[in-house]
């Protein structure tokens, strides 16, 4: 996988300075798997829609559907693999990123952006899954790692009042490595 170092800055606007800005981040979602915990993230994606304000931001941080690791995908990449069977598995990583798309869509205008992790298809076009769920729902792609600077405006003032500054990383390997 390509490592990508992305820098964005973003505007952020709130009625006055009493408000409260969350920043949520969310991953290791290893949707579509045995590890996946469905219950959990139901209720994450329950109470998140429910309590949706527009002070609430969302940051992806890698491993949303766990299609394959960055290993296996060298393996599936031998030339040893059929190109049909490729693929099939291009089209079966875009369908599960498509359904994952259409189940966060209620963060669609509170996503600062996506991460790639360690289980990121990348396909053929060599768009990561990160890419891919970011330009579905018309927000970041962050890379591996990735520094935000929030600009916070208070609409009773005209300029930036506060800075929130942001690096973020989802990590190597498994374990902790």
Known sequence: MRAVYKVITRDVVLDNMTETLEI???GDVHKFTASHDGDRWARF???QK???THRKLFIGMGDYIDFASSKEQEILSSPAIHENTKTDLNHLAEER???FAAEISFM???LIGFI???HNWVFANGQTGAEDLA???GTEYLGFLTHITLRV???NRGTVSKFIYIVACHGGKAGGK
């Open 24 to 26: 949520i981040p969310f």
């Open 45 to 47: 994606l329950r109470e």
């Open 50 to 52: 429910e309590s949706l």
């Open 97 to 99: 990123n498509r359904a």
């Open 108 to 110: 669609r205008d509170h």
């Open 116 to 118: 790639d992790g360690n």
């Open 135 to 137: 330009g579905r729902l």
């Open 153 to 155: 405006r208070f609409k």
